[in-house]
Nanobody, 122 residues
Framework: QVQLVESGGGLVQAGGSLRLSCTCS??????MGWFRQAPGKEREFVAA????????YYADFVKGRFTVSRDYAKNIVYLQMDNLKPEDTSVYYC?????????????????WGQGTQVTISS
């Protein structure tokens, strides 16, 4: 069984930074993804990293601003978010999958965290 707990959300001004953490219990042999969901909108892909860390994927709207990484010793996956914009306001979720392909789709993932709120003020 895999359990995921996100942390690091909060309120920051536009242009600021946040680092989200996803602490994982259970196997580390999973690809990890970050998604976000704003009220009234569908959950959308943000970033993903394969279990080996070799491949990283980003949604176009975060390329150059967000960085996904993982610390195997601590079993934590990070999402460094820089140059934040008001439209980044959302609940951010981490997720895990045994797959290495199709990581942009929520249906690929087997486990989800409870989410952490990120609010960007203009």
């Amino acid at each position: 069984q895999v359990q995921l707990v996100e942390s690091g959300g909060g309120l920051v001004q536009a242009g600021g930074s946040l680092r989200l953490s996803c602490t994982c219990s259970g196997s580390t042999s999973y690809s990890m993804g970050w998604f976000r969901q704003a009220p009234g909108k569908e959950r959308e892909f943000v970033a993903a990293i394969t279990w080996s860390g070799t491949n990283k994927y980003y949604a176009d709207f975060v390329k150059g601003r967000f960085t996904v990484s993982r610390d195997y010793a601590k079993n934590i996956v990070y999402l460094q978010m820089d140059n934040l914009k008001p439209e980044d306001t959302s609940v951010y979720y981490c997720s895990s999958s045994r797959e290495t392909l199709g990581l942009g789709s929520p249906s690929t993932y087997n486990y989800w965290g409870q989410g952490t709120q990120v609010t960007i003020s203009s």
